[in-house]
């Protein structure tokens, strides 16, 4: 048994005024709480992505991580019934109206039992032939779907994929139940994981599909959106918050999730404003890692007083050059995605400075 390591915490008296409170011993984190009459002490990290448990919430004598909610049983470091998780613990002792811990008495942590979620695995391109993954940003009745100018033209560039000898799947984030970005970054870049948080306590929440084409299946993402006052539709935005967990990992471990995949874009409008919306859509896109081909949208507008849109849909219904130019667009994507699989040219890690993030945030590269 090692030998005890007391350190003074301070007068019980004094501790005893929080129910649980973040301190430092030694360099060490623990959370200090008190109830019931008894001081308890664990570690004061979580053993999911690491959040500070001593800042959390006390109830029922169980500690809640203030990141994404896992508990401790506050004197034993015990995980919730059912679960086999364990922070250490220490010993407590009081003397002479002060409060001691003895770091020596430090339990094992037991990791997390919780399975590791299928979208964590390390992502790797299966052989086989190209992929293009289309996304429908469009919103629109469930019941009673309307024609879809985006959409329709999506299903062109798909159309195109498919005969070029490309495997081909369409979500449209409509048919998706899916939570909005809950702002877990905005606690700490490091509640911001990967796999997305919600995705990871949410198992309905229906997500998963897209993170799953983008970080491991596509090689050819294309989205479509409708414009809306000048941008682009609210579930694209819907979509790129809930992203914002995979260019986090860029962020806070060096790690790129996003390589040698291909981003291109369809954006359609009634009015104005398709250059504004795709370099919007070019700058998140870049941002998680995907390049883009030569020219990497198609556009369609027929100018700020065209309000008559039933005419706007039979345009493009009409506009078989527009098809042509969707496409080329396909056809461009997947050859600037062909030549980036045969050299496997992306790169794994990104240089620190200069952009997210410099050296002094996140500079131990994490495993792949
Ligand atoms: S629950 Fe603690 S870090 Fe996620």
Not at 186 to 192: E, P
Not at 228 to 242: Q, T, V
Not at 307 to 321: C, F, H, L
Request: glycine share 10%; with cysteine.
């Amino acid at each position: 048994m090692a030998k005890p390591d007391w350190h003074r915490l301070g007068p019980v008296e004094t501790l005893k005024q929080q129910s649980l409170q973040a301190i430092t011993v030694e360099g060490k984190p623990v959370a200090l709480s008190w109830a019931d009459g008894r001081f308890g002490a664990i570690a004061g990290r979580c053993l999911h992505a690491g959040g500070p448990l001593g800042l959390g919430t006390l109830k029922n004598g169980y500690v809640a991580c203030p990141w994404h909610g896992w508990t401790y049983q506050r004197e034993t470091g015990e995980g919730e019934p059912g679960s086999t998780d364990a922070v250490p613990r220490y010993l407590l002792k009081e003397e002479g109206g002060d409060l001691y811990i003895d770091l020596a008495s430090a339990t094992h942590p037991r990791p997390a039992s919780h399975l590791l979620h299928p979208l964590a695995r390390r992502p790797e391109r299966a052989d086989g032939p190209l992929r293009l993954v289309g996304i429908s940003t469009t919103v629109m009745d469930r019941q009673a779907p309307r024609y879809s100018t985006s959409e329709d033209l999506l299903g062109v560039a798909l159309e195109a994929a498919s005969s070029e000898g490309a495997e081909t799947r369409l979500i449209r984030l409509n048919d998706l139940k899916f939570r909005a970005c809950e702002g877990y970054y905005s606690k700490s870049a490091q509640a911001c994981t990967w796999p997305c948080s919600i995705t990871q306590m949410d198992d309905k929440d229906e997500l998963a599909a897209v993170y799953e084409a983008l970080v491991h299946w596509a090689d050819v993402v294309l989205i479509a959106t409708p414009i809306r006052w000048g941008n682009a539709s609210s579930l694209y935005f819907k979509l790129i918050e809930r992203m914002n967990c995979i260019q986090n990992q860029i962020t806070t471990r060096n790690r790129v999730l996003i390589r040698n995949k291909v981003a291109g874009f369809i954006i359609t409008g009634g009015q104005d404003n398709v250059q504004s919306v795709a370099g919007e859509m070019m700058m998140f896109f870049g941002e998680l890692g995907f390049t883009f081909a030569q020219f990497p949208f198609v556009g369609h507008s027929r100018g700020w007083s065209a309000e008559d849109m039933e005419n706007n849909m039979a345009a493009v219904k009409a506009d078989e050059e527009l098809r042509q130019g969707t496409r080329a667009l396909a056809r461009r994507c997947l050859e600037r995605a062909r030549d980036l699989v045969a050299t496997g040219a992306g790169p794994a890690r990104t240089e620190r400075g200069g952009r997210k993030a410099n050296a002094g945030f996140g500079k131990s590269p994490g495993p792949d």
